[in-house]
């Protein structure tokens, strides 16, 4: 079974970078999607980054040219790359691997 486990979250300012990593366990890594998905206090869940297996790329509206999803088999883990933060970027971020394991979640807090 997979499990997955966030970090690299924190408190920045707005216009700041932050980089979310997701380590994997339990093997066939290299073999899913895996995304990144956020939840701000009092709303759902809403996905931010896709990857797929053949590294093709998605993003929501709001974070494209901002965000970078990316992957490094080698060490079983997936980053999310987070530049020009906005307070409406607040919540806190999981990672999954889009069948059915999620991590633990890892907040990220943008003030103004």
């Known amino acids: 079974q997979v499990q997955l486990v966030e970090s690299g979250g924190g408190l920045v300012q707005a216009g700041g970078s932050l980089r979310l990593s997701c380590a994997a366990s339990?093997?066939?890594?290299?073999?899913?999607?895996m995304a990144w998905y956020r939840q701000a206090p009092g709303k759902q869940r809403e996905m931010v980054a896709g990857l797929t297996s053949i590294d093709t790329t998605a993003y929501a509206d709001s974070v494209k040219g901002r965000f970078t999803i990316s992957r490094d088999n080698a060490k079983n883990t997936v980053y999310l790359q987070m530049n020009s933060l906005k307070p409406e970027d607040t919540g806190v971020y999981y990672c999954?691997?889009?069948?059915?394991?999620w991590g633990q979640g890892t907040q990220v807090t943008v003030s103004s």
């Open positions: 999954t691997d889009l069948v059915g394991a």
């Open positions: 339990g093997g066939g890594f290299s073999l899913y999607g």
